[in-house]
């Protein structure tokens, strides 16, 4: 896992009220200004609710293609 994309969802989620939705972490990472590589990595986690942040860090997908990909749709 690239540890400098994970830093950066950690730290964008620090203060995050778990559990919440695939869309909460969404919003929430938005509202704190996060940068655009936060945002891809968050939106491509599979929909679901998450309870706290390992479930978060089990379900971020950090593979260059996957963010890669989803910074064309």
């Known amino acids: 896992m690239d540890s400098s994309g994970w830093a950066g969802v950690a730290a964008a989620l620090e203060d995050f009220d778990f559990p919440g939705n695939k869309q909460d972490l969404v919003n ?30 089990s379900s971020v997908r950090l593979d260059p293609q996957t963010t890669a990909t989803m910074t064309l749709r």
């Open 28 to 57: 929430h990472v938005r509202q704190r200004q996060a940068d655009d590589q936060t945002v891809r990595l968050i939106r491509a986690m599979p929909v679901g609710v998450y309870r706290n942040i390992s479930e978060v860090r």
